[in-house]
C-alpha cells in the first residue's frame, strides 16, 4: 500500500450519485468501495434543490466509507457537460533557463499564458487541455520537458462553463464536508478512457444516456473536440411507461430494468408478467414484446436526436464509430436499435474493474483514471489524506480548515493552478 495512491471520484448524476474509491497501484486500477445512491434533487444534470443534493452526495460517500472503513475527505469531481463551450487557445513563451533547456516551469508559464484572455463574467475556467507543443516552429510534440529550444509555445483547448451551474455544485459538494482535489468535465474524462487510441485517432462519437439527459462528445485526431447534451434520458422511458402501464414510477423503473428490451423484433411475445395498476386493487399483465414497443420508439428518437446534434456539429463521418455508455445501454437490444438507427459501428462500453463492471459506472471510473494520468504527466502525488483511518470505522469529524490549509501549502502544480480559480465558492 505504500507505494500504491488513492483516488475517491463523485459522480453527480440526474438519478444516482456515485462516489469511487481507487487504488492505482503501479499504472493499475483497484476500485476499494462503492456508493450509489438514487439522487434528488437534480434534474437534467443541473441542481434545483441543494439540501436534497447534499443528502444524496452524503449517503453515497457513507456507503463507500462503510466498505472501506475510513473516512473520505478530499473527491475528484466531475462537472457535466451542460453549458459548456469549448475555445481554442494559444501559448507563447521564451524559455527562462540559461541552457536552454524546457522545465516544468515553462511548461506552466506556456499554459498559464494561453489563459491569458477574456472570459465573460458568467463563465468559469474548467480545463485547459493541450493538443500540442511547438519548439522553435518544431510542431506535434506531446511533451516538451528536457528538449532544448529557445521559443515555447502551445496549442490548446479551453473549456469552460456556466459559472451559476458549477458554483451549485461546488457548494453541495463543500455542505457534504468534502474538499474538492480536482475538477474535471466528465464525457472528457469518461471518453479518454472509454475509447481506444484508434477510435479517438479516427474520429467517434462518445454517447453517455444519463438518466435525465445525453452527452454527446466527439473525439478525433487523438483529442477532445466537441460536446453538447441532448435532454433526453433513461428517465424518460420510466416516464413513458408509467403513464402507458398506468403504474407508479418506482414500479416503472422496475419493469424497466427486469423486463424491457430495446428492440421489439427480438423481445419475447410469450412471456406475460402483471404490473399494479395506480388506484386500482387489480393488476393488468402485459409481454416483453409489448413494453419494447414503448421503449423503442422513446429510444429511436433519443437516436434521431443525436443524429441532428452530430449534423448540427458538422459531424459527417464517424470512421471510429459510436460507442455508447450510461446506465440504460445495460438494457437488451439496445445496440441493435442503435446500429438500426445510426447506421454504423457502435460498442457499448462497460468499466472492467471487479465491483464496477456496469456501464453506469464509466464516469466515475474515468474521473479516477483520467486524475492519475494528469498527476503522472505533472509529476503531483495524491495527498494521504484524500481518505483517513478511523479505528472503530466510525467517520471522524471532517476538518476541513485544515484540509484546505494543507493543500494550500502544497507546491502548486500546473493543472492546480487552473483549477484555483474555483476558490473562491470556498472563501
Known amino acids: 500500500m505504500s507505494q500504491s495512491e488513492l483516488y475517491v471520484s463523485l459522480d453527480i448524476g440526474s438519478s444516482s450519485v456515485k462516489v469511487l474509491v481507487g487504488e492505482v497501484d503501479g499504472g493499475s486500477l483497484h476500485v476499494i468501495g462503492v456508493g450509489n445512491v438514487q439522487s434528488a434533487g437534480i434534474r437534467k444534470g443541473t441542481i434545483i434543490d441543494i439540501d436534497a443534493t447534499v443528502q444524496s452526495i452524503r449517503k453515497a460517500v457513507d456507503q463507500a466509507e462503510r466498505m472501506i472503513g475510513m473516512q473520505i475527505r478530499e473527491v475528484i469531481l466531475g462537472i457535466p457537460a451542460n453549458g459548456v463551450s469549448l475555445q481554442d487557445v494559444k501559448g507563447v513563451v521564451a524559455v527562462n533557463s540559461e541552457n536552454r533547456e524546457i522545465t516544468d516551469d515553462d511548461l506552466d508559464r506556456v499554459m498559464k499564458s494561453a489563459q491569458v484572455m477574456s472570459v465573460p463574467p458568467d463563465r468559469e475556467i474548467v480545463n485547459i487541455i493541450p493538443k500540442q507543443f511547438i519548439v522553435d516552429d518544431y510542431d506535434e510534440i506531446t511533451d516538451p520537458r528536457g528538449m532544448i529550444g529557445v521559443r515555447l509555445e502551445m496549442d490548446g483547448t479551453l473549456i469552460t462553463t456556466s459559472k451559476t451551474l458549477i458554483h451549485n455544485i461546488l457548494r453541495c459538494v463543500e455542505r457534504a464536508g468534502l474538499v474538492i482535489q480536482e475538477i474535471y468535465l466528465q464525457p472528457l474524462a469518461a471518453g479518454t478512457f472509454a475509447l481506444t487510441n484508434d477510435e479517438k485517432n479516427h474520429g467517434s462519437a462518445f454517447i453517455d444516456i444519463g438518466g435525465g439527459s445525453t452527452t454527446v462528445s466527439i473525439f478525433g485526431e487523438n483529442r477532445f473536440m466537441a460536446t453538447a447534451v441532448i435532454p433526453v434520458g433513461g428517465d424518460h422511458i420510466t416516464k ?133 494520468m494528469q498527476d503522472s504527466y505533472f509529476g503531483h502525488v495524491p495527498e494521504s489524506a484524500t481518505v483517513s483511518a478511523s479505528d472503530n470505522h466510525t467517520p471522524a469529524p471532517v476538518n476541513k480548515k485544515k484540509s484546505v490549509d494543507r493543500n494550500k501549502e502544497k507546491k502548486p502544480g500546473i493543472l492546480d493552478k487552473a483549477k484555483k480559480v474555483f476558490d473562491n465558492f470556498f472563501e
Open 240 to 372: 413513458d411507461l408509467s403513464i402507458i402501464l398506468k403504474t407508479p414510477t418506482e414500479q416503472a423503473r422496475k419493469i424497466k430494468h427486469q423486463y424491457g428490451h430495446a428492440f421489439s423484433d427480438d423481445a419475447s411475445d410469450d412471456e406475460l408478467f402483471e404490473v399494479p395498476v395506480i388506484g386500482a386493487d387489480s393488476k393488468d399483465q402485459y409481454s416483453q414484446r409489448y413494453i419494447s414497443e414503448i421503449i423503442g420508439v422513446r429510444l429511436e428518437e433519443l437516436f434521431d436526436l443525436v443524429l441532428e446534434e452530430l449534423y448540427r456539429m458538422g459531424v459527417h463521418d464517424l470512421p471510429g464509430g459510436v460507442v455508447l455508455t450510461g446506465g440504460i445501454t445495460k438494457m437488451d437490444g439496445i445496440l441493435q436499435l442503435a446500429r438500426h438507427v445510426l447506421k454504423t459501428r457502435v460498442r457499448i462500453h462497460t468499466p472492467e474493474y471487479i465491483g464496477v463492471r456496469e456501464p453506469m459506472y464509466a464516469t466515475a471510473v474515468g474521473l479516477i483514471r483520467y486524475a492519475h
